[in-house]
Protein backbone atom coordinates (compact mmCIF):
# COMPACT_ATOMS: atom_id res chain seq x y z
CA UNK A 1 0.00 0.00 0.00
CA UNK A 2 1.09 3.49 -0.29
CA UNK A 3 -0.32 6.89 -0.38
CA UNK A 4 -2.05 8.31 -3.38
CA UNK A 5 -1.51 11.99 -4.59
CA UNK A 6 -4.13 13.76 -6.44
CA UNK A 7 -3.87 16.79 -8.70
CA UNK A 8 -6.56 18.60 -9.04
CA UNK A 9 -7.48 21.49 -11.34
CA UNK A 10 -4.24 23.57 -13.05
CA UNK A 11 -1.90 21.57 -10.57
CA UNK A 12 -2.51 18.48 -12.56
CA UNK A 13 -1.09 20.50 -15.66
CA UNK A 14 1.76 21.65 -13.39
CA UNK A 15 2.71 18.04 -11.86
CA UNK A 16 2.09 16.50 -15.73
CA UNK A 17 0.07 13.61 -14.41
CA UNK A 18 -3.38 13.81 -12.59
CA UNK A 19 -2.22 11.54 -9.67
CA UNK A 20 0.87 9.65 -8.18
CA UNK A 21 1.78 6.71 -5.74
CA UNK A 22 4.37 7.82 -2.66
CA UNK A 23 5.30 5.08 0.07
CA UNK A 24 3.41 5.66 3.59
CA UNK A 25 3.56 7.77 5.87
CA UNK A 26 3.48 11.16 4.15
CA UNK A 27 4.04 14.22 5.59
CA UNK A 28 4.49 18.03 4.74
CA UNK A 29 7.80 17.94 4.13
CA UNK A 30 7.46 14.76 2.49
CA UNK A 31 4.60 15.93 0.22
CA UNK A 32 7.04 18.70 -1.08
CA UNK A 33 9.85 16.87 -1.43
CA UNK A 34 7.29 14.04 -3.66
CA UNK A 35 6.08 16.46 -6.01
CA UNK A 36 7.60 18.78 -8.50
CA UNK A 37 9.23 22.07 -7.57
CA UNK A 38 6.27 24.18 -9.05
CA UNK A 39 4.07 21.83 -7.43
CA UNK A 40 5.50 22.48 -4.36
CA UNK A 41 5.55 26.49 -4.46
CA UNK A 42 2.03 26.46 -5.23
CA UNK A 43 1.22 24.32 -2.23
CA UNK A 44 2.88 26.78 0.16
CA UNK A 45 0.70 29.19 -1.08
CA UNK A 46 -2.23 29.78 1.50
CA UNK A 47 -5.02 29.50 -0.91
CA UNK A 48 -4.09 25.95 -1.82
CA UNK A 49 -5.61 23.28 0.30
CA UNK A 50 -5.06 19.80 0.90
CA UNK A 51 -6.94 17.57 1.94
CA UNK A 52 -6.13 13.65 3.38
CA UNK A 53 -8.65 10.43 3.48
CA UNK A 54 -11.78 13.06 2.32
CA UNK A 55 -11.10 15.73 4.63
CA UNK A 56 -9.92 19.18 4.05
CA UNK A 57 -6.92 20.08 6.45
CA UNK A 58 -7.10 22.94 8.61
CA UNK A 59 -3.45 23.28 8.60
CA UNK A 60 -1.77 21.58 6.05
CA UNK A 61 1.21 21.24 7.64
CA UNK A 62 0.26 18.85 10.04
CA UNK A 63 -0.56 16.43 7.14
CA UNK A 64 0.24 12.82 8.50
CA UNK A 65 -1.16 10.53 5.41
CA UNK A 66 -0.83 6.82 6.12
CA UNK A 67 -1.20 3.88 4.12
CA UNK A 68 -4.34 3.65 1.44
CA UNK A 69 -4.69 7.91 2.10
CA UNK A 70 -5.63 9.66 -0.78
CA UNK A 71 -3.69 13.38 -0.25
CA UNK A 72 -5.58 16.08 -3.36
CA UNK A 73 -3.91 18.71 -3.40
CA UNK A 74 -6.80 21.14 -4.16
CA UNK A 75 -5.65 24.90 -5.73
CA UNK A 76 -8.40 28.03 -6.06
CA UNK A 77 -12.10 27.01 -7.11
CA UNK A 78 -14.37 27.96 -9.87
CA UNK A 79 -17.95 26.45 -10.27
CA UNK A 80 -20.77 27.47 -11.26
CA UNK B 1 -37.48 16.61 -1.86
CA UNK B 2 -34.00 17.34 -1.87
CA UNK B 3 -32.16 16.12 -5.14
CA UNK B 4 -28.67 16.86 -5.02
CA UNK B 5 -26.42 15.49 -7.93
CA UNK B 6 -23.18 15.86 -10.58
CA UNK B 7 -24.02 15.03 -13.97
CA UNK B 8 -21.67 13.78 -16.66
CA UNK B 9 -24.22 14.44 -19.77
CA UNK B 10 -26.18 17.72 -20.98
CA UNK B 11 -29.73 17.77 -18.36
CA UNK B 12 -32.79 19.50 -18.72
CA UNK B 13 -33.15 21.97 -15.76
CA UNK B 14 -36.80 22.76 -17.01
CA UNK B 15 -37.67 19.53 -16.16
CA UNK B 16 -35.68 19.64 -12.74
CA UNK B 17 -37.53 22.85 -12.04
CA UNK B 18 -40.83 20.91 -12.61
CA UNK B 19 -40.30 17.72 -10.74
CA UNK B 20 -39.94 20.25 -7.63
CA UNK B 21 -42.88 21.75 -8.71
CA UNK B 22 -44.91 18.67 -8.48
CA UNK B 23 -43.36 17.11 -5.30
CA UNK B 24 -44.29 20.59 -2.98
CA UNK B 25 -47.58 21.21 -3.45
CA UNK B 26 -47.69 23.15 -0.19
CA UNK B 27 -44.71 25.52 -1.41
CA UNK B 28 -46.10 28.88 -2.12
CA UNK B 29 -42.85 29.37 -5.34
CA UNK B 30 -40.45 27.72 -6.86
CA UNK B 31 -37.37 29.41 -7.58
CA UNK B 32 -34.72 28.38 -10.17
CA UNK B 33 -31.91 29.97 -11.69
CA UNK B 34 -29.89 27.94 -14.48
CA UNK B 35 -26.16 28.62 -15.41
CA UNK B 36 -24.97 28.20 -18.60
CA UNK B 37 -22.32 28.18 -21.06
CA UNK B 38 -22.45 31.77 -23.03
CA UNK B 39 -22.73 31.07 -26.63
CA UNK B 40 -21.41 33.48 -29.60
CA UNK B 41 -17.98 34.53 -27.53
CA UNK B 42 -14.82 32.65 -28.74
CA UNK B 43 -15.43 30.21 -25.74
CA UNK B 44 -15.46 26.49 -27.81
CA UNK B 45 -15.91 24.39 -24.53
CA UNK B 46 -15.70 24.60 -21.20
CA UNK B 47 -14.52 21.62 -19.12
CA UNK B 48 -15.13 21.43 -15.03
CA UNK B 49 -13.59 18.69 -13.16
CA UNK B 50 -14.09 17.84 -9.27
CA UNK B 51 -12.61 15.69 -6.65
CA UNK B 52 -14.95 12.79 -5.93
CA UNK B 53 -14.53 12.58 -2.16
CA UNK B 54 -15.14 16.08 -1.48
CA UNK B 55 -17.69 17.75 -4.32
CA UNK B 56 -20.62 16.00 -4.10
CA UNK B 57 -20.48 15.55 0.29
CA UNK B 58 -20.11 19.58 0.07
CA UNK B 59 -23.32 19.96 -1.89
CA UNK B 60 -25.00 18.44 0.30
CA UNK B 61 -23.95 20.01 2.95
CA UNK B 62 -24.75 23.60 1.16
CA UNK B 63 -28.21 22.63 0.61
CA UNK B 64 -28.68 20.92 4.31
CA UNK B 65 -27.40 24.56 5.45
CA UNK B 66 -29.42 26.20 2.90
CA UNK B 67 -32.76 24.22 3.93
CA UNK B 68 -32.38 25.22 7.33
CA UNK B 69 -31.24 29.31 7.16
CA UNK B 70 -34.00 29.39 4.38
CA UNK B 71 -37.06 27.30 5.59
CA UNK B 72 -36.72 25.45 2.26
CA UNK B 73 -39.65 23.17 1.61
CA UNK B 74 -37.62 21.01 -1.20
CA UNK B 75 -34.01 22.21 -3.12
CA UNK B 76 -32.81 20.90 -6.51
CA UNK B 77 -28.92 20.99 -7.17
CA UNK B 78 -27.66 20.08 -10.45
CA UNK B 79 -23.88 20.47 -11.39
CA UNK B 80 -22.15 19.63 -14.49
CA UNK B 81 -19.23 18.07 -14.98
CA UNK B 82 -16.70 17.05 -18.03
CA UNK B 83 -17.18 18.92 -21.04
CA UNK B 84 -19.80 21.44 -22.34
CA UNK B 85 -20.51 23.15 -25.02
CA UNK B 86 -21.57 26.83 -25.65
CA UNK B 87 -25.27 26.74 -24.60
CA UNK B 88 -25.23 23.86 -22.55
CA UNK B 89 -26.59 24.36 -18.93
CA UNK B 90 -23.70 24.22 -16.41
CA UNK B 91 -25.99 24.40 -12.85
CA UNK B 92 -29.22 24.35 -11.84
CA UNK B 93 -30.57 25.53 -8.61
CA UNK B 94 -34.02 25.19 -7.50
CA UNK B 95 -35.60 26.01 -4.38
CA UNK B 96 -39.54 25.21 -3.12
CA UNK B 97 -40.43 27.64 -0.26
CA UNK B 98 -43.73 28.91 1.49
CA UNK B 99 -42.90 32.72 0.56
CA UNK B 100 -40.79 33.65 -2.24
CA UNK B 101 -38.16 35.59 -0.25
CA UNK B 102 -36.56 32.35 1.34
CA UNK B 103 -36.39 30.63 -2.50
CA UNK B 104 -35.17 33.72 -4.30
CA UNK B 105 -32.25 34.12 -1.41
CA UNK B 106 -31.99 30.55 -1.04
CA UNK B 107 -31.16 29.99 -4.70
CA UNK B 108 -29.09 33.29 -4.75
CA UNK B 109 -26.58 31.88 -1.32
CA UNK B 110 -26.44 28.05 -3.04
CA UNK B 111 -25.16 29.87 -6.10
CA UNK B 112 -22.42 32.06 -4.52
CA UNK B 113 -21.22 29.15 -2.54
CA UNK B 114 -21.09 27.13 -5.75
CA UNK B 115 -19.16 29.99 -7.67
CA UNK B 116 -16.36 29.96 -5.20
CA UNK B 117 -16.50 27.74 -2.39
CA UNK B 118 -17.03 24.45 -3.78
CA UNK B 119 -15.40 22.00 -5.16
CA UNK B 120 -14.89 22.93 -9.27
CA UNK B 121 -12.31 23.47 -11.45
CA UNK B 122 -13.11 25.36 -14.40
CA UNK B 123 -11.57 25.39 -17.99
CA UNK B 124 -12.33 27.54 -20.86
CA UNK B 125 -10.85 26.37 -24.69
CA UNK B 126 -10.50 29.82 -26.28
CA UNK B 127 -8.04 29.87 -29.70
CA UNK B 128 -7.46 26.59 -29.63
CA UNK B 129 -5.85 26.44 -26.01
CA UNK B 130 -7.36 25.61 -22.83
CA UNK B 131 -7.16 28.34 -20.26
CA UNK B 132 -8.14 27.57 -15.87
CA UNK B 133 -10.58 30.03 -14.82
CA UNK B 134 -10.20 31.42 -11.08
CA UNK B 135 -13.31 33.08 -9.07
CA UNK B 136 -12.84 36.45 -9.47
CA UNK B 137 -13.08 39.26 -6.44
CA UNK B 138 -16.45 39.88 -6.89
CA UNK B 139 -17.02 36.30 -6.90
CA UNK B 140 -15.47 36.19 -3.52
CA UNK B 141 -17.21 39.77 -2.38
CA UNK B 142 -20.56 37.81 -3.19
CA UNK B 143 -19.79 35.03 -1.13
CA UNK B 144 -18.74 37.22 1.64
CA UNK B 145 -22.55 39.08 1.62
CA UNK B 146 -23.68 35.85 3.36
CA UNK B 147 -21.69 36.10 6.47
CA UNK B 148 -22.07 39.44 7.05
CA UNK B 149 -23.57 40.58 10.44
CA UNK B 150 -25.55 43.39 8.02
CA UNK B 151 -26.74 40.09 5.60
CA UNK B 152 -29.79 40.76 3.74
CA UNK B 153 -31.38 37.74 5.29
Known sequence: MAVTIHFLGPLRDLAGMDRCDVEAPLDWAGLLDAVAAPVAEQLRNER????????????????????????????????G | MFDIRLLDVPFDPHAAADRLAAATPDAGGITSFVGKVRAGGDVKALEL?????????????????????????????????????????????????????????????????????????????????????????????????????????
Open chain 1, 48 to 79: VNVACAGRVLSDKTALHAQDGDEVALLPPVSG
Open chain 2, 49 to 153: SHYEPLTLPGMRDLAETARLRFNLMGLVILHRTGRLEPGDPIVCVSAASRHRRDGIAAADFCMDHLKSAAWFWKRELRGGTWHWIEPRAVDHADLARWSEKNSPV
